[in-house]
């Protein structure tokens, strides 16, 4: 690459060179410039780092603790639905055990089975008979008709059975008892990095002041769940966290906010940056929060690392400059070899192609065969070549004219790539001769290729103006041998197969082996 760009830069006219002179002087002042402006401001460098380097790990910290705490709120939605679809799922199986068993059981059957703990647990199954006594009530129904459950049903059904009715329900107090209990479970095993944890909080009046809140899940402080929380709470810096969280949660549903509290695995307190968000379902507030101290010391030691890297890079500022300087003036005559090559893409395709049928021209056949012979020659393989004519084609150009006669290879050029492969080179050799160069059809093959040459051609209509015409061609094929001393050879060979097809009567094709 270097010596063609080497030979590139020869070939530039004296502007060019004065300009890429012109160019490389003043990118070596600015590179000198900015060594001096580096070396200057060194110090200052430092301390933006720094200080960029904690917004920006702060920053990266919100985000994890609000991804974490919304996940946690996905987490709590799906166990909410979740277990709301088994109570559901428990309900209806109950139904269709008590109807399918209607014709076999009596009342006192179907009160024993209602009565197994496995079955009513955290249900409430009312039997009463005919008149309004109440038969039976499960533990569940009963501690909710002394108010000590409260909620609403989220299900409920009434079945009748042999004249009693049987009642089936569920409160949405049950389903989030058990949301509570898995999620507490999953909480107090959940580990974070440098004692971070997630907390949730029950409000109990958004009002605020004394028992406004409860703490119900607290990885932290587990003995103390259940304690009331009040809004007058203060920290060790005169600061009211709970009363701050719980306006934030009102206005907008979220806040991040700072206070003091005692860490995780020890006894110390220290400032505290915060996430929380209203889980509205519940009333319950889930938090993460993570301590300052623990970032300040992640960014000392980052400020540290960095600072050293840009030591190291000051003293290899010449050696870069110096690097960008060469990788400059090799892009650059890059750039120029490529200017040059695609300026003269366009005449390589021209004088590659036939510009009337679209096949590769002569020219282009020479080279891939050529080089096609020299691969053949040091690995060895399979290469074939096809030399095609039309039958009869100076009668169509006698008979109607050139315009016709070009109709007619192009129609014919087109029929046959539709039977070739992509990978084939098809050129046009002179006049309405072509030759076709193939790898890797094998000799006992070539007669059934040459025969979907031929009925492709002869299954092409021409058509131009008032007269149809059929074409048909002929075709001499061999392959390469290896007693050939030139491609030329295997290029008679395949002549001498056309030339026997035309005797033998046209429109069809002669292997030479």
Known sequence: MFKSMLQTYKLMDQVRKKYLVFALAIFILFSLAFASIFINQFVDINKIHAENTRDQIIEIKKDFMEDTVNNTIGYIEELKILNEDRFIKRINRLKLFIYDHSEEYGIEHIKDYLQNVGINEDLLIVIKDPSGFTLYESLTAVEHRQGILTGEYFISEEVEFEGYKIFLGALDSSVRKLVEETLRNRLYTDVYFEDSYIWVNEVINYEGGDGYGRRLIHPNLRDTEGTLLSTNMEDIAGGKPYLVELEGIKKNGELFSTYYFKKLTTDTIEKKLTFAKLYEEYDWIVAMGIYYDNIEEYITRSAEASKEGREDALRLMSIVGLSLILLGTAIFLWAENKYYDASTQP????????????AGSRRAALKA???????FKGKGGVYDIFVMDLDDFKLVNDTYGHEAGDSVLVRVVESIKKVIRDEDGFYRWGGEEFI??????????????????????????????????????????????ESDISFNDAIRRADDGLYQSKRNGKNRGTMVI
Request: aromatic share 8%; glycine share 8%.
């Open 436 to 481: 076709l160069f193939t790898k890797g059809i094998a000799p006992e093959n070539l007669d059934h290729f040459m025969d979907k040459i031929l009925r492709a051609v002869e299954g092409s209509v021409c058509s131009d103006k008032n007269m149809k015409l059929n074409m048909t061609v002929s075709i001499g094929a061999t392959v390469f041998f």
């Open 369 to 375: 065969i050529s080089k096609g012979f020299e691969i």
């Open 347 to 358: 005449l390589k395709t021209e004088v590659e192609t036939d510009l009337l049928t679209g």
